[in-house]
């Protein structure tokens, strides 16, 4: 048996170092610990990876993202026989969870979504580095409640798809707004801001969907602010089967989450999975849905 070596008194390197000699270069805006953390974010970091000051304490970790994209094709896969994955990254940033579903053979599009277009431009960038094709990747920047209210039952509504946004290529990707919307959507991933830095001090097991998760209304009115648990009834009545992920705080009280999957009609099963990274517990993904195994190492 490999030997185990007590972690207690671990102590991190000083200025972000984190045994490579590299110290932080952006003291100012990246804290040091998500800098020595760099390359669990995106193991190609080191290519040219970028990232503005939020994506850094927000973005999933390689590790993490990849797993998810994982369980969410094999749920697909039981309800669905000879076809591939359309998801929707409602909160897509700079990328970790889009790179991770469009790597994979059986999704054939991911459609990222993000208010910010400069966020999508540095996904479609960190994409290019992981070399995801072109046409496995559809940027759109919009508010993720008007794209899901655009669907139901897993089906395209027509007069929801028109807007004004310019559509441009970058790094090879189309960059655009609801007017690229596909015809239908299969599997739903959600990560909404959970609020800042600050959510570990709502205290263990007291972070819930509902006061918790505040997504702002858009500047036009027509959008107007949501919490966690609107957004997971916007994604159950977007989909024809409710394959739904949902990645949250670590805090995260398990019975809030299953109070909104019952308002949001979901009967199925709830799965809380703890994201443990190099033996630390990170955050959950709640899965909601048809009942899948999980996959093997």
């Given at each position: 048996?490999?030997?185990?070596?007590?972690?207690?008194?671990?102590?991190?390197?000083?200025?972000?170092?984190?045994?490579?000699?590299?110290?932080?270069?952006?003291?100012s805006k990246v804290e040091d610990k998500f800098?020595?953390?760099?390359?669990?974010?995106?193991?190609?970091?080191?290519?040219?990876?970028?990232?503005?000051?939020?994506?850094?304490?927000?973005?999933?970790?390689?590790?993490?993202?990849?797993?998810?994209?994982?369980?969410?094709?094999?749920?697909?896969?039981?309800?669905?026989?000879?076809?591939?994955?359309?998801?929707?990254?409602?909160?897509?940033?700079?990328?970790?969870?889009?790179?991770?579903?469009?790597?994979?053979?059986?999704?054939?599009?991911?459609?990222?979504?993000?208010?910010?277009?400069?966020?999508?431009?540095?996904?479609?960038?960190?994409?290019?580095?992981?070399?995801?094709?072109?046409?496995?990747?559809?940027?759109?920047?919009?508010?993720?409640?008007?794209?899901?209210?655009?669907?139901?039952?897993?089906?395209?509504?027509?007069?929801?798809?028109?807007?004004?946004?310019?559509?441009?290529?970058?790094?090879?990707?189309?960059?655009?707004?609801?007017?690229?919307?596909?015809?239908?959507?299969?599997?739903?991933?959600?990560?909404?801001?959970?609020?800042?830095?600050?959510?570990?001090?709502?205290?263990?097991?007291?972070?819930?969907?509902?006061?918790?998760?505040?997504?702002?209304?858009?500047?036009?009115?027509?959008?107007?602010?949501?919490?966690?648990?609107?957004?997971?009834?916007?994604?159950?009545?977007?989909?024809?089967?409710?394959?739904?992920?949902?990645?949250?705080?670590?805090?995260?009280?398990?019975?809030?989450?299953?109070?909104?999957?019952?308002?949001?009609?979901?009967?199925?099963?709830?799965?809380?999975?703890?994201?443990?990274?190099?033996?630390?517990?990170?955050?959950?993904?709640?899965?909601?849905?048809?009942?899948?195994?999980?996959?093997?190492?």
């Amino acid at each position: 048996k490999p030997k185990k070596y007590p972690v207690q008194n671990y102590k991190p390197l000083p200025n972000g170092d984190c045994g490579d000699g590299i110290v932080n270069p952006y003291p100012s805006k990246v804290e040091d610990k998500f800098w020595a953390q760099r390359r669990r974010l995106f193991s190609r970091f080191d290519e040219g990876i970028q990232l503005d000051s939020e994506s850094w304490f927000s973005v999933t970790p390689e590790a993490i993202a990849i797993h998810i994209a994982e369980r969410l094709a094999q749920q697909f896969s039981v309800t669905t026989a000879n076809e591939n994955m359309i998801v929707l990254d409602a909160f897509c940033g700079c990328g970790g969870n889009a790179i991770a579903f469009g790597s994979r053979p059986d999704v054939s599009l991911v459609v990222c979504v993000d208010t910010d277009r400069s966020k999508l431009r540095l996904a479609a960038q960190n994409a290019s580095i992981y070399g995801v094709p072109s046409h496995k990747l559809l940027f759109l920047e919009a508010d993720a409640c008007k794209v899901m209210t655009a669907y139901r039952d897993g089906k395209r509504i027509s007069s929801t798809v028109i807007d004004g946004s310019g559509v441009e290529d970058f790094c090879g990707y189309r960059v655009g707004g609801l007017s690229l919307l596909p015809e239908q959507m299969h599997a739903i991933f959600l990560s909404p801001p959970w609020g800042g830095m600050d959510y570990e001090n709502i205290g263990p097991r007291n972070y819930n969907l509902a006061t918790c998760i505040k997504v702002g209304a858009d500047k036009g009115g027509e959008c107007k602010q949501s919490n966690g648990e609107d957004i997971l009834v916007m994604a159950v009545s977007a989909l024809q089967n409710p394959i739904v992920a949902y990645f949250l705080p670590r805090n995260t009280n398990g019975v809030s989450v299953s109070r909104s999957a019952l308002k949001s009609g979901i009967r199925g099963e709830i799965e809380m999975e703890q994201n443990v990274l190099n033996g630390k517990f990170k955050t959950i993904t709640a899965y909601f849905g048809v009942k899948t195994n999980q996959p093997k190492d």
